[in-house]
């Protein structure tokens, strides 16, 4: 069985646990871990099941049929996040596509038809979802299984990705909207604030000593800099072959390290405390 020591698994695993050996994949190599590629049954089952799979990163969290995966400073990508098997097997209830119970849910099939059959009820695993006649009682129903029936845990999460909140005012499409290029709003000088400063994020994360390396606000307000005048030119900002100008790089260092001051004058940004 693939999966961690855990069990708890990702789309990936799952997808090699519910086809078994009629899994069409190759292993490959990408950002330095493992991945697979799927082919044929096994890539719709993967394309599938990513399409319930939400990223929501004003929580931390990936989503998947009402699970929760933390993921903190959203560093991992949906298709890194693990889920508990009866994520999958919800998932394969209401979306089996054909694909007859894979052998992996067995005994949790086993377990609701079970109660099902001790109420009176037959599942109805054809039509993948419960009808109003085969309901089990859920006061009856083991807590690994509630999730089956029951609504999703977040059912404050809008069903179009568009439409989540990111804070209050903004959602992810407002932000797709300024930060994808083939948008007729994109606005290439918010998406250079936001790359850099999440290049800078890491560098003020203390280590395992306690220590940091932007540990100074000098440090930081040159770091920003530099990574700044990078960003403007890898947008398309500022020419390749041309210097960076003070009236684009500086107002991204001022957003970043609050400095207040209206004018740097010549040199590194500083920390001036004079009021404009």
Not at 88 to 104: D, E
């Amino acid at each position: 069985m693939t999966g961690s020591k855990e069990d708890v698994f990702s789309i990936q695993e799952a997808v090699l646990n519910m086809l078994g050996d009629k899994a069409e994949y190759w292993e490959d190599q990408w950002d330095g871990k493992c991945i697979y590629r799927f082919d044929g049954l096994a890539n719709l089952l993967e394309q599938a099941m990513l399409q319930d799979v939400q990223k929501i990163e004003s929580s931390y969290l990936i989503v998947f049929m009402g699970f929760e995966c933390l993921n903190p400073f959203n560093h991992a990508d949906i298709f890194e996040a693990q889920f508990p098997r009866e994520a999958f097997f919800k998932w394969w209830v209401q979306n089996p596509n054909g694909l007859p119970c894979p052998s992996w849910f067995d005994d949790l099939r086993l377990e609701v038809e079970d109660i099902c059959l001790n109420s009176g009820l037959v599942p109805e695993w054809q039509k993948g979802k419960w009808s109003e006649n085969t309901i089990p009682d859920l006061d009856n129903m083991p807590s690994s299984l509630k999730e089956e029936i029951e609504p999703p845990l977040c059912d404050d999460v809008p069903t179009n990705e568009g439409d989540i909140e990111i804070v209050e005012g903004l959602t992810v499409k407002d932000l797709r909207d300024m930060l994808d290029v083939n948008s007729p709003f994109y606005t290439p000088r918010i998406l250079a604030v936001l790359k850099t400063r999440k290049a800078l994020t890491p560098k003020e994360v203390e280590d395992e000593t306690g220590l940091k390396e932007l540990n100074t606000p000098e440090k930081k307000e040159r770091a920003c800099l530099k990574e700044a005048k990078t960003q403007l030119k890898r947008l398309g900002v500022v020419n390749q072959n041309k210097e960076v100008p003070d009236t684009e790089s500086h107002p991204i260092v001022r957003v970043i390290c609050g400095i207040k001051a209206k004018s740097h004058g010549g040199g590194r940004p500083s920390l001036s405390k004079k009021k404009p």
